[in-house]
Structure formats: C-alpha cells, structure tokens
C-alpha cells in the first residue's frame, strides 16, 4: 500500500511538531512526510523525541522500521532554520506551498494514497506570492476538479461550508440556489460513501437571523435557500430546511440530523470549534484523493514551545488512512460532479 502524505505545513507554526508527535503515537499504515528533514530534526528535538529520521529519495521508497520518514521536494528554500518561529514568514509560506504541489504531484503520479496537510499561515502563504487563500482553494487548482466544499467532522457535529474564505460581503452573493443545492449534494454523497450512512438526514442553515423570519430580516431563505433544498429533496435527498442558524447546530449534535450546511465559514465553524480543537477534522470534498487536516490553525502564540496538542492532527491521520484504505475517494469525486 502506499503511504499516506503529510505536508509539514507552515514550519514556523506548530506543524512540524503536531506531525512528529502525532507519529509517535504509531498510526495505521505506512506514511511519509513531505517537508524539510532539518525542521522535522528540530521539531523532534523541541519535543524531546529522540527517534531516528529517515531521508527518502521518492515518497513511497520503504523507510527503515521505527524511522520517521521524510521525502525533501527540491526547490524548498535554504532559510528555513534562520529565522524565528511564531512569525509570518515568507519563506516558510514558500516551502509550505511547495511541499502541498510536490505532495499532491506525487499522489496524482501514484506515490501516495492520501494527503493529510499540516496548518499553513494563510497572511505567510500570501507573502510568498502564493495567491491561494487557503489549501481548499489550492488543492482544487492543482488537482483541476470543478468544484470543491469544506467538511468538518468532530464526534458531535459534522458541518459543510456553502463559502469559505471569503468576505463576508462577498459570501452573502455567494449563497445562491445553485451553490446550496451543490453543497447539499456533495454532502449527501460523502455522508452515502465514505461516512457509511445509508439514508443521510441533512439539516441546511438559514443565512439571516430566525432563517429570515418569513422575509422580514433578508430574503435570501426565501429566494435562494428554500429552492436549493426543494431541487435536492426532488433527486431523493433528505435535505430540511432552512433552519434558523443559531438552534440548528444544538438540533443535529442533540441526533435530529446527520450533518448541518452552514453558509458561512464562521457560521459553520464557531459550533464546530466551540466544543474543542481536541479531534476535529477538515475534509475537503470534491477532490480525486483523500484529503484531510486538522481544524486548526499554526498557532504562532505557542510555536516551538512543545506545547502543541496533535490528537487534532492524529484524528486527521487516522481519518486519512482509513478513508485511503478503503478506497472512498471516487466518492468525493462523484460529489464533484453534482457540483458541476
Ligand atoms: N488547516 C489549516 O491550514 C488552517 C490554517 N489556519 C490558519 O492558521 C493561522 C492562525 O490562525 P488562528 O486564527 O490564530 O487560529 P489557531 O487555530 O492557529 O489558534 C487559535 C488558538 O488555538 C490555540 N491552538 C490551536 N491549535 C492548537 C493545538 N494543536 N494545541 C494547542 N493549542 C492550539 C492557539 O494557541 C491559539 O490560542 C491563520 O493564518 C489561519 O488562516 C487556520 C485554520 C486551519
Ligand atoms: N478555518 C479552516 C481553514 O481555514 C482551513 O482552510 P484550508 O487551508 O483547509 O483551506
């Protein structure tokens, strides 16, 4: 089997050591990580892991038993240990982005079964002339697909996002009928596939205060919103809703429904978080492989201090593995083409 993917994200957040110490708690299957050996060096050493590191040539090359396993992409700049951790940094964005392309390359050329991303630092990212605002938006370029959502996953809530990092401004023109519907289906068929439901129960969110009140406080429930679940309930999906925002999350943690689509990228991912960064996953659909990262971010306030908590990251992992493994990709993909 070939091994799962992880990019070592921002290396001057917490990335680096999420990943070392997520590894030595031994997850499933064979795993490499694309980043720098001399910052992984340093992470285990923040950490007080003594382990041995192994430099691979390929990404699937076998790593000698009990070696954390390292595939350096060329290009990653020399600058790396230089400078200070906790800050934005231009070079760290740089070998941030170049370890998401050459992971994703490896993948698309048959050398990894699936990419589990460590945080990247979206102002660094931004810094290095990398315009992408996030992995979501990046990972849809690099692997051409339509269109791609934001999931996220703890053991009380599953949330998709109709618009992620955008202005909020901005966000509100992009719930539309056919972005709803889109979401809705995607949803449906990752909830169907990988999350083994056979009859999903999807609650969708309002945009407006109490879902828009009838019209009184905007109309975009009525307008957009309620059409958008009538389609999908008209193709077999058991989508509800519009719903008012602030009760819907307690409705589906509570077992009314499977999981919630929210419109918003803090609209979905204040509940989300507000129960704990502890196991929360990000899991991007629409994508041709397994992609999945923990759902915070690089924490700069405590980088380098071997303060970070990696169970977010471990779930990630271990969610990452066991998706690869069951060879569940094609379903993200068939949602892509909903969305199409
Ligand atoms: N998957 C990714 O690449 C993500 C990247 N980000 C990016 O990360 C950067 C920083 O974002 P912030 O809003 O500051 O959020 P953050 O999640 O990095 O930090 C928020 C708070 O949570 C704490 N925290 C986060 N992860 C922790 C962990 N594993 N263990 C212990 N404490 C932890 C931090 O110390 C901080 O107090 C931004 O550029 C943001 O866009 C944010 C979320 C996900
Ligand atoms: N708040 C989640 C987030 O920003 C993660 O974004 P991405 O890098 O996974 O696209």
Redesign the pocket.
């Known amino acids: 089997m070939k091994p799962i993917l992880l990019t070592q994200?921002d290396g001057a957040g917490?990335g680096p050591e999420?990943i070392v110490k997520a590894w030595a708690q031994r997850p499933p299957g064979p795993a490499t990580v694309v980043g720098s050996a001399a910052v992984l060096r340093r992470a285990l050493a923040q950490c007080g892991l003594q382990r041995p590191l192994a430099v691979l040539d390929t990404p699937d090359e076998p790593a000698p038993p009990g070696a954390l396993a390292v595939w350096e992409p060329p290009g990653l700049p020399d600058s790396l240990l230089v400078g200070e951790q906790g800050q934005v940094r231009a070079d760290c964005g740089r070998a941030a982005a170049r370890c998401i392309e050459t992971a994703v390359a490896a993948i698309q050329a048959g050398q990894g079964s699936g990419l589990v991303?460590a945080?990247?630092?979206?102002?660094a990212l931004h810094a290095a002339g990398v315009n992408y605002p996030?992995?979501t938006e990046m990972l849809q370029a690099l692997a051409g697909v339509p269109a791609v959502r934001m999931m996220l996953v703890n053991e009380e809530l599953r949330v998709v996002l109709v618009t992620v990092h955008v202005a909020l401004r901005e966000a509100v023109n992009l719930v539309t009928r056919a972005s709803v519907r889109d979401t809705v289906r995607m949803l449906d068929a990752a909830l169907r596939g990988p999350f083994d439901l056979a009859a999903p129960r999807i609650a969708v969110a309002g945009l407006n205060p109490h879902a828009g009140e009838g019209g009184l406080f905007g109309d975009e429930e009525l307008r957009e919103i309620a059409p958008a679940v009538a389609d999908c309930r008209a193709v077999g999906i058991n989508a509800q809703g519009p719903f008012a925002p602030d009760t819907v999350f307690m409705r589906a943690r509570t077992g009314e429904f499977d999981a919630v689509v929210a419109m918003t990228h803090d609209q979905g991912l204040i509940p989300i978080k507000y129960l704990g960064?502890d196991e929360g996953v990000?899991l991007t659909l629409g994508l041709p492989f397994v992609r999945t990262?923990?759902?915070?971010?690089?924490?700069?306030?405590?980088a380098g201090r071997g303060?970070?908590?990696?169970r977010?990251l471990l779930a990630a992992w271990r969610l990452a593995a066991r998706l690869s493994d069951q060879r569940v990709a094609p379903a993200f993909a068939a949602g892509s083409k909903a969305a199409s």
Not at 119 to 123: M, Q, T
């Open positions: 994200g917490i999420l991303t945080p990247i630092h979206k102002e996030g992995h960064l990000n990262s923990p759902d915070h971010g690089t924490a700069f306030d405590i303060l970070a908590d990696p977010s």
